[in-house]
């Protein structure tokens, strides 16, 4: 190792405290700065370690990829803690500096656009916030062209001989998926003999504690949005607290949860 590595350059800690730049001189914008910018350092370590559980998966390898999934779970409760930290903002603080955020927006979040793909939401009209030829936008279009982790789970659960309708296997990547009752029968098999279908089992279990934390974490962001800006229209022209709560009813993996009512 080169003794000209120091800390401060190994992680680039000059360019990285740079990256804070308030727009008023309000005490609490640097906290809202830097909570949303951590939050995306975290969102990049998701889909890191989601890509690399995807892999583990396409290869038959279903042990290995738990890791990568618990790891993320781990990550999803950091980023939903993070939230308590912006609570102790009123809306008092933030209307001090709300101005200066002009059209800008989580809504407009690429990466957590492409984190709720690579799960399996996927939504194309969220390329309309990214311009054309823009990184942005090429990274999220890739996302939804690509299989989610719910599509190369149940490709696996078809190698192995569940019944899977080619309706399922086949679908465009990109289109939404549906919830198919017969994916759900396969899943009901998986739960119902444990020992004999271990390795779906724990896939299964690893794939709701994912979907569990990104619903937990949604939810503490609409608490937390409505404690500081209540039920008015976010940046941006977005619905606020309205639009948050519509998605607390998406489920990334439906038929595992489905099933539970038919053990």
């Known amino acids: ?49 989601i890509g690399a559980a995807q892999r583990e998966v396409r290869a038959g390898r279903l042990a290995p990829s738990y890791k990568h999934m618990a790891r993320v779970s781990r990550v999803q409760a950091v980023m939903t803690q993070t939230w308590d930290i912006l609570a102790t903002m009123t809306p008092a603080d933030y209307l001090n500096f709300r101005s200066a955020l002009g ?34 936008r090429a ?5 939804l062209a690509a299989p989610s982790l719910y599509d190369d789970s149940l490709r696996q659960l078809a190698h192995a001989g569940f019944d899977i309708p ?5 679908r465009a990547p990109s289109e939404p998926y549906e919830p198919h009752p017969t994916v759900e029968a396969a899943w009901l098999e ?5 020992a004999k279908h271990f390795q779906f089992y724990q896939l299964a279990e690893k794939l709701l504690d994912l979907d569990d934390a990104f619903l937990t974490w949604r ?42 009512t038919k053990l």
Request: proline fraction near 4%; include cysteine.
């Open 139 to 143: 990274m999220l279009e890739a996302a």
């Open 166 to 170: 080619n309706a399922v296997l086949e």
């Open 1 to 49: 190792m080169s003794e000209d590595i120091s800390y401060s350059s190994y992680l680039r800690l000059r360019e990285l405290l740079a990256c804070q730049q308030p727009s008023t001189p309000e005490h609490d914008e640097l906290l809202f700065i830097i909570l949303h910018q951590t939050m995306e350092l975290w969102m990049k370590q998701a889909i890191h370690e």
């Open 190 to 194: 998986v739960y119902r003999d444990t």
């Open 219 to 260: 939810h503490k962001h609409v608490v937390t949005v409505e404690r500081v800006i209540g039920r008015k229209r976010g940046t941006g022209g977005t619905e606020g607290v309205g639009y948050l709560q519509s998605t607390l009813s998406r489920r990334c993996f439906p038929e595992i949860w489905s099933l539970r």
């Open 103 to 136: 059209a800008s927006s989580g809504f407009q979040s690429a990466q957590f656009r492409v984190l709720e793909c690579a799960l399996g939401l996927k939504d194309s009209s969220h390329l309309r916030h990214h311009p054309e030829g823009s990184p942005e």
